[in-house]
Every structure is written in C-alpha cells, then in structure tokens.
C-alpha cells in the first residue's frame, strides 16, 4: 500500500540505557527508509546514555522524566500530547513501562499500537522479588496488550511462545534481533595487539569477554566458578566483562575470595565493543534466562567463537557444534568443559567463528530485517 505522505512513528523506551533493547532501536532507527517513515523517541526515565546518538540522526527524543513507574497521570498526559504535537500514527513501545502508558496512550489518541516483546517475563517468579509483584505485572501487561496492540513482534520464537501462552496474545509476529555488520567487522591483527596492550592483557593470553547488565539473571557468578577451575586456571585465561549492575560489587568480592583479581577486568559500560570483544580468542554469554542475546550477534559478526547456555532464544541464535557451543543454563561445570575444548582446540575455535560468522550475514543482517518491520508497520495502517 503506498501512501500519501510520511508515516510518522512514535518509539516509546523505559529509558536510553546502555541496554539491548535501547542498542537494538538505535539500529533500526539507522536502517529505517527516512522517505517513507518519519520517526520520533520518547523515553520515560531520566537515563539518556544514547541519548546523543539518536540525536545524531537528527530525530526527535522527547524526555518524560518519570521518577518511577507509578505515575500514570504524568506518564499518560506527557505521551499523548506527543502523540498529538507530532501526528502520530504508530505508537511502537519497548519494555514494560513503556508497554503499559504507550499502548494506553497510543489506544486513546487512535494511533496503531505496537509493542515489541524481548523476554519471556512471566516463564517464572524468580526474577522478582515475590510472586505477587509479578502476577500485578502480568494482568497489567496481559490487558493493555489485548485491549490495546493491532500487532506484536517478537524478538525469537522462544518469545513469542511465551507471550502466545502466557498472555495470550495474538497476532504476534517473529522480527529477529539484527545487528549491523558494517559496525562489527572482523578486527585486524594490529588493531588485536592494540586492543590487549591498552587493556593491559598479555598479546599471547587466552582471553574470554562477555557483555550484559550486571544482575542475577545473566549469570556472571557462573562464570566466575567456571574460571575458578583447576582445568581452566591453568591456561591462565583473562576475562573481560563489560557492563555494570547492581551485583558489581558483589562479584568483585567473589573475584577477591576466589584469588582471580589478576584474571578478570571489569570494564563497565564501552562504546568500543568492536575492539575489545574482537581482540577475544572467545565469548562467553552465561546467561540463566534471555529472550535473545544481542551481545552473541556482535561477538560472532566478529568472527569470534562463541559459548552461551541453552535457554529462551539462544538456540535459535547458536547451532550447537556448527556456529557455537550450547551449554546449561546455571552450571559452571558445563561453562569450564565449553571454555576447554575451545582453549586445547584452535581449529574447532576457527570453525565455530566462521559458522557463527555465516549465521549472522544470513538471518541477522538489520538491513534485511528492518524491511519486516516496515511492512509490518504499512499493514498495521490497511
């Protein structure tokens, strides 16, 4: 269906953090065809880490500047005179908050409402703190979404499962996670060399990275123990770890108690993911529960070996013995036997890249994916 003028798309996002999903819309914001949508950001909360990097794009981001997520009359007022400053036609929302007081927002001003699901929330209680927080969240995300949405995307098929059962949502569409490749080509054996003399790492060490918000959920205790190996402290392997959270302290203390201070980085939140994970002899991704696992896509562009557990979306990612290594969710046993057969068997490390190199080019590419969303988006108005 061709239309008269620009379609113009509201992106509503909990905040601008440094994130998968806000990386994620970053992307497809840089792909989307600027001749036939015309898009704007709202983000509710006040952290704008890529806060400057939308705006390089010379799209508008709107601040609604909630303190915390129950104040519905501030979020609801602020969304909708957006909606109606910039004509909105599609309301697009990212993440739970956003879900909530967009689709409400976007439903009363008439606009379409689409909700992107990025995680199996509601799989199990114990990422909350009592069950009772989360069923409150579960009708809450259940209702708007039916009352509300014209269609849904999903991140995997693991997530659209999930969200088909446990919500009962329908019309629910399976757009994968994309990175783009020109940003996470292959670094060079200079630009390696490099990369380990400022990190302060040995040019001949084994080096593990992973990346992702530092909680419970993404299991960097295990990995930790996996390190604490007798077979692994042999090879002297040094892990890089980028990002931060609120258990950062806490696996300090266990890198202390464990004697690791001289093995592990904390690197914090980087905008040069390319180098460091790429100047990796592997990746590790030791997640408990993940809707998709974005930071696997980057570290296998790269042509970087990658390991992760078995769970959510990351078998549909990493084919276990053709583009990475698959292992239990939880068990640091299986995560040291994984970073072994890596570290004694450089040829299987060369394969795994390459397979994981050739998987990404073929289903994760943005520049193929966002023609999905632009579809989606023009049926959505029919």
């Known amino acids: ?40 950001v709202v983000y509710l909360y006040d952290d704008s880490y890529f806060l400057t990097e939308i705006r390089d794009l010379k799209i508008d981001v709107y601040p609604v500047r909630l303190k915390n997520i129950y104040q519905p009359l501030a979020a609801l007022r602020g969304i909708s005179s957006i909606i109606k400053k910039e004509k909105i036609d599609i309301v697009h929302t990212n993440l739970f908050g956003a879900d909530i007081y967009g689709r409400i927002a976007g439903k009363l001003s008439n606009a379409s409402v689409v909700s992107t699901l990025h995680n199996m929330a509601y799989e199990s209680a114990a990422s909350f703190r009592n069950g009772l927080f989360l069923k409150r969240r579960k009708i ?20 659209r499962r999930s969200a088909e059962a446990s919500l009962g949502f329908k019309n629910v569409s399976l ?7 020109d940003a996470f ?25 992973t990346a992702g918000r530092l909680d419970s959920q993404k ?24 990002g931060s959270g609120s258990l950062e302290g806490q696996l300090k203390d266990i890198v202390g108690s464990r004697g690791l201070r001289d093995r592990v980085v904390f690197l914090g939140y980087r905008k040069d993911i390319r180098g460091i994970v790429g100047c990796a002899d592997m990746f590790v991704l030791p997640t408990i529960s993940e809707g998709f696992g974005l ?8 042509k970087v070996p990658c390991i992760a ?10 084919e276990n013995g053709r583009s990475g290594l698959l292992v239990k969710a939880g068990c640091a046993d299986s995560i040291a036997r994984a970073i072994l057969e890596f570290t004694g068997n450089p040829a299987l490390r060369r394969e795994m890249a390459l397979g994981g190199y050739n998987k990404v080019m073929k289903d994760f590419d943005i520049r193929n994916n966002v023609k999905i969303l632009e579809r989606l988006y023009e049926d959505c108005l029919n």
């Open 140 to 159: 809450l995300d259940g209702i708007t979404g039916r009352l509300c949405n014209k269609a849904f995307i999903a991140v995997s098929d693991a997530v």
């Open 309 to 318: 557990s078995r769970t959510g979306g990351i078998s549909e990612i990493i």
């Open 1 to 40: 269906m061709a239309f008269e003028r620009k379609v113009n798309i509201l992106h509503i996002i909990e905040n601008l953090a440094c994130g998968g999903a806000e990386r994620m819309l970053i992307t497809t914001l840089s792909h989307m065809d600027r001749e036939r949508f015309h898009n704007t």
């Open 175 to 181: 757009i994968y996670n994309s990175i783009d490749p």
């Open 185 to 209: 080509t292959p670094v060079t054996n200079e630009e390696k060399k490099y990369m380990r003399k400022t990190l302060g790492v040995a040019e001949d060490a084994i080096v593990i990275a």
């Open 219 to 242: 299991g960097h205790a295990f990995l930790l123990e996996a390190l604490s190996d007798p077979g692994v402290k042999k090879t002297g392997a040094v892990l890089l770890i980028l």
């Open 295 to 302: 930071s696997l896509l980057e570290a296998m562009a790269l």
